[in-house]
């Protein structure tokens, strides 16, 4: 599944300049023109990557980035952060609050994508691959062919979606509202149970009897792609 994006920015023209370039790259972007309302969005779904503001109403984006660094489950989240101050020392104090990293309005949009590449593949090289590979499995994602042992696997679009979301965070447990979110998407209604059926078929086609199943069931919460297949 694509890298997801959180934009948290309270310039509206600037913030769908951002949702459509970033989209036209193939990345999953939500917006968010608040710190406050962004706090929330990240407690539903955690994103890969977060550009931020430096100037929000109310909280602003600099203590946000400091909140965020301060958490367990937030610390490690890549943070581009976006500001009209240009001095050194401001640049200085951006970064020592946890940004990863930091661009001058007004800036260049190409430049601001191969950055946004560039952290990602920092944090986490599968995200903007297009080959994942563990084990025996590999998924090709601009042919959207999956092969087990050098074995081509007949997958139909949902259980590639699925495999896809899962291979590209190892270990990572992903409930099953953040699966639904993620392979159905947010504006339609699938009730929970029909992820197991997928799962289940997906199941079968990756593994023939004796194989090692490399989909872990996590008791009362969803899924994980083992990190050890």
Known sequence: MPARILIVEDEEALSILLK???????????????????????????????????????????????????????????????TARGEETERVRGLNTGADDYMVKPFSVPELMARVKALLRRVNPEIVSDILVAGELELHRLTHRVYRAGTPLDLGPTEFRLLEYLMQSPGRVRTRTQMLDAVWGRDIYVEERTVDVHVGRLRKILSKPGDRDPIRTVRGTGYAFDESF
Do not use: H
């Open 20 to 82: 459509y370039n970033l989209e036209a790259e193939g990345f999953d972007v939500s917006a968010s023109g608040s710190a406050e309302d962004a706090e929330l969005q990240i407690e539903e779904e955690l994103p890969d990557l977060i550009i931020l503001d430096w100037m929000l109403p109310g909280l602003s984006g600099i203590e946000l980035c400091r909140r965020l660094r301060s958490r367990k489950n937030t610390k490690k989240v890549p943070i581009l952060m976006l």
